[in-house]
């Protein structure tokens, strides 16, 4: 593999970009977008629409699925969520790539952590600003520099960008399964650690709500008469905490319980809320078995429980195209003087969705940075031509056929 000049226009194209690639993400981070706030996601979704327009593409937003939501009353509630973006050139070409973020946030609407700031050694600090409107901004820039490509033609590529990959994405998942299942490859734009340091291996994940519903009763005057939720969530979130240990590579967190009210009162529900990680179909099997048998058998009498949730995100191990696809990955990075190396991760994100679906993918070709879900939030302004040449680079060299995009994707169907 080497740099032709065709590939070099497409790099020097986006070096000529720098200030646009980071002022948009500057101001797409300061519209807060929590995967919760419809208005704040909807403006974010019309900048982004607009920035779209600038590409030789179809741009059309797609409308989403609802969900479920338990509150903390035990309830069960729909919940509605905004529309996808979806961009999409040359969808009859031999080789498709699929290119997938999420423009919403961790941090609600009334969030302390609004706006973008620059810290004394030059990192930017804003709240998306690496997680991971600046990887939207990288992906569009590669996608405006490649589409100068003369090759281009031989490659065509789809761009989701969703609303609610920070909550698992119950809404977006069936676009995600769709795309990656006619898809040959796969970029995602989670950022990078602060080195550049890629995410390998990917843990699966599953998110569960059990509803504990009792009987209520005066505490003094008749207090043998209740059925205590609370006191029944807590024996059982002991129960799914002693899990942990007894599989190797499986943990369940119990995040949360919600439930009961005034102290005189026997409190008559609860609800008890939980993740689990595994890092293969073996342990999700293993772990969804002893949470449902768990979830069955009510602690004691007089209580009823209903289990609802399971598991968002499939685990994503490093197999045969997943290594081959990060080496070419590597080798693309040396040409540009960027090495690439990459680790196992316990956290999850669409490149568990699309790797499922049977895309071989790299999901953290977005910039370099930390400290996400805080409000410490940061990314390194080098980093954004950086990453976004690396992007352009993989995409001249799938269309020369340099990484074979089609023997990536057999590879990935051999072991689905």
């Given at each position: 593999m080497r740099i032709l000049t065709s590939d070099q226009a497409v790099l020097d194209h986006v070096a000529a970009r720098r200030e646009t690639i980071i002022g948009?993400?500057?101001d797409w981070a300061n519209i807060n977008s929590g995967s919760r706030n419809a208005a704040g996601l909807n403006a974010v979704l019309d900048v982004l629409e607009a920035a779209a327009g600038a590409l030789p593409a179809r741009v059309e937003r797609l409308p989403t699925q609802g969900s479920t939501t338990v509150a903390d009353d035990g309830s069960v509630r729909t919940e509605a969520h905004a529309e996808a973006l979806k961009i999409t050139a040359r969808p009859d070409a031999p080789i498709q790539?699929?290119?997938t973020g999420h423009y919403d946030t961790v941090f609600p609407a009334d969030s302390r952590f609004q706006t973008v700031t620059t810290r004394a050694d030059g990192?930017?600090?804003?709240p998306g600003v690496a997680d991971m409107k600046g990887g939207i901004s990288v992906l569009l820039a590669a996608l405006e520099a490649f589409e100068t490509h003369p090759d281009?033609?031989?490659v065509g590529w789809t761009v989701l960008l969703s609303p609610d990959e920070e909550i698992g994405s119950p809404a977006s998942a069936p676009l995600l399964a769709e795309l990656g299942a006619r898809g040959h490859v796969g970029l995602t734009y989670e950022p990078a650690l602060a080195d550049g340091t890629l995410a390998g291996a990917r843990k699966g994940s599953g998110n569960y709500h059990l509803i504990v519903t009792g009987r209520a009763a005066h505490a003094g005057r008749a207090f043998d008469e209740g059925r205590n939720g609370v006191a029944g969530a807590a024996i059982i979130a002991a129960a799914l905490h002693g899990l942990n240990g007894q599989h190797e590579g499986v943990t369940v967190n119990v995040a949360k319980i919600s439930g009961g009210g005034a102290l005189n009162v026997v409190a008559d529900n609860a609800v008890v809320r939980f993740n689990v990680r595994v890092p293969d179909k073996a342990a999700a099997d293993w772990i969804d078995a002893s949470v449902r048998a768990i979830a069955a058998t009510p602690p004691f009498e007089g209580l009823t429980l209903d289990l609802h949730g399971g598991f968002t995100r499939a685990p994503k191990p490093m197999d045969a195209a997943q290594t081959a696809l990060f080496e070419a990955v590597k080798e693309a990075g040396a040409l540009l003087g960027?090495?690439?190396a990459w680790k196992p991760s316990?956290?999850?994100?669409?490149g568990n969705n699309l790797h499922?679906?049977?895309?071989p993918n790299i999901d953290t070709l977005g910039v370099r940075g930390g400290d996400i879900h805080s409000d410490q939030e940061f990314a390194w302004p080098d980093s954004f031509v950086e990453r976004a040449q690396l992007s352009a680079l993989i995409l001249c060299k799938i269309a020369s056929g340099?990484?074979?995009?089609?023997k990536l994707k057999s590879l990935r169907m051999e072991t689905l």
């Open positions: 948009r993400t500057i790539v699929v290119l990192a930017l600090n804003g281009r033609h031989g960027q090495p690439i316990g956290g999850v994100c669409e499922a679906a049977g895309l340099e990484i074979d995009a089609a």
